[in-house]
């Protein structure tokens, strides 16, 4: 009951303007915000449908006290989602609706002469429909198991493990209870996009982590060593900052900052299942941080993931859309400009990494090439990942040195990522830098920036 009660108060609160889906999601204390915001973000997309099958099946008249937003969450995991497995005495109301409701869903089919459910959407909302069929990745945590024993883990549960993925098409294959290793990153599982992990004790005690493919490439295009002081200078919700206590194995020292103290509550929440030690969580404006204070004189390492529009999500409600009017553009890429420029100043810094989920040129290449030019020969862009597909935008010269993500052509959420190092005083940066990470990594194993290849003896530790 809890789940449907906070989808229609987030629902609530996109009608009455009171903010943005993710905001009102992260702030509104149900303990599974990821459950909450697929569900919401999933309820919006059928939002004309589901006012139409309402209003059919006068569901609304029959029962007076049904709020409007929860009728929308109740019809659409009837219909259209995991089919009420949770919801109480609103389960039972549903259920009673049941036939009337699945009556009128057959009677708009046959009006639009459709068979599908996704038939009903329209053109624009079939865009979105493709790119939800992103798949499922989730991220093996180092901290607390290995990428074998979560693979046997759940072939235990009737999973069919098929090995390592060979191409994007094979991502894209997978369906029923059948998983890959992914192509390019060597913690990273993938499943169908249907799969639902959040029940899954390994989700719950924290051995994993549900987190897009594209979201995973600014810490491990980081690539800390162990014992390197790193800054995640936005850090909230905290998976990012996870990620990076994996790659440094807990050894080291994070600095983790965000403005939101329920989004620093969240993050402390998840940081703490997920087994992160060395990280000192604040709640503060990153660019009020003095980066003179000694506490920051060895930080050497910063991912710096900025607010910004938004536009790369594929799940998008009326509440958060990405606006992209020049003028919010413009006003968004003036504040990463600053944050951008503020990270590099910190005096020990050798490498950063820049990363958005927007689509927008003014928040990704515009903003590296201005800050790029503003620090002269300090700092120049690396080549990370010369084997990755989706390359940056011909903005300036060197710009197909950033990464790019999409739906289409890298079946993740749309993200940009650039990789900055500092040059070594008075030298020019070479023109062939080196390569971030290893091409074909295998299970387990991940390269640090720059390192040959070398033998590892596989540690594991045992999934209760």
Not at 99 to 124: G, Q, T, Y
Not at 404 to 425: D, I
Request: contains cysteine; hydrophobic residues 40%; proline residues 5%.
């Amino acid at each position: 009951m809890a789940l449907y009660s906070a989808a229609a108060a987030v629902l609530a609160g996109l009608e009455r303007g009171e903010g943005g889906l993710k905001s009102l999601v992260y702030n509104s204390g149900f303990p599974h915000v990821r459950q909450l915001y697929a569900l919401v973000s999933e309820t919006l997309r059928y939002s004309s449908v589901l006012e139409k099958l309402l209003d059919g099946a006068a569901l609304l008249q029959a029962e007076k006290k049904l709020a409007p937003q929860l009728a929308k969450v109740l019809v659409y995991d009837l219909l259209f989602g995991k089919g009420l497995k949770c919801g109480g005495r609103w389960k039972a109301l549903a259920q009673r609706h049941r036939a009337r409701l699945e009556a009128e869903l057959a009677r708009m089919k046959v009006r639009h002469k459709v068979s599908r459910n996704e038939d009903l959407l329209s053109p624009e909302k079939v865009v979105s429909a493709a790119a939800s069929q992103v798949p499922r990745y989730i991220r093996v945590n180092t901290l607390k198991t290995c990428v074998d024993d979560v693979i046997d883990f759940f072939k235990r549960q009737g999973y069919a493990y098929l090995g390592k993925a060979a191409s994007m098409e094979e991502l894209k294959a997978l369906s029923g209870k059948k998983f890959l290793l992914d192509l390019h990153l060597p913690e990273l599982l993938v499943f169908p996009s249907q799969t639902d992990l959040h029940d899954n004790l390994l989700y719950t005690s924290g051995h994993i982590i549900l987190q897009d493919k594209a979201s995973c490439l600014p810490a491990f295009l980081l690539g800390p060593v162990a014992g390197s002081h790193v800054i995640d200078a936005c850090a909230a919700p905290g998976n990012k900052t996870s990620h990076l206590a994996a790659i440094l194995k807990n050894k080291g020292q994070i600095f983790a900052f965000d403005m939101d103290p329920k989004r620093v509550a969240t993050m402390n929440t998840l940081l703490t299942r997920a087994g992160v030690t060395g990280c000192q969580l604040a709640q503060q404006d990153f660019l009020t941080v003095d980066p003179r204070d000694p506490k920051y004189s060895r930080v050497t390492h910063i991912l710096l993931d900025p607010s910004c529009s938004g536009s790369g999500m594929v799940t998008r409600g009326p509440g958060e859309e990405a606006a992209s009017s020049a003028e919010r553009l413009q006003a968004l890429a003036g504040f990463q400009r600053r944050v951008l420029n503020h990270a590099l100043s910190f005096p020990a810094l050798q490498r950063l990494v820049y990363s958005t989920c927007s689509l927008h040129q003014e928040e990704n290449e515009d903003v590296v090439q201005a800050v790029l030019q503003k620090w002269g020969s300090a700092f120049r862009l690396v080549t990370a990942f010369p084997s990755w597909p989706c390359r940056g935008l011909a903005a300036f010269s060197g710009a197909e040195s950033c990464l790019r993500a999409s739906p289409a052509e890298t079946l993740t959420h749309g993200f940009f990522v650039a990789v900055l190092e500092r040059c070594k005083e008075g030298a020019a940066a070479p023109s062939s830098p080196p390569a971030t990470a290893k091409e074909n990594p295998q299970p387990g194993e991940r390269m640090e920036p720059g390192a040959a290849p070398k033998k590892r003896k596989k540690k594991k530790q045992g999934v209760k």
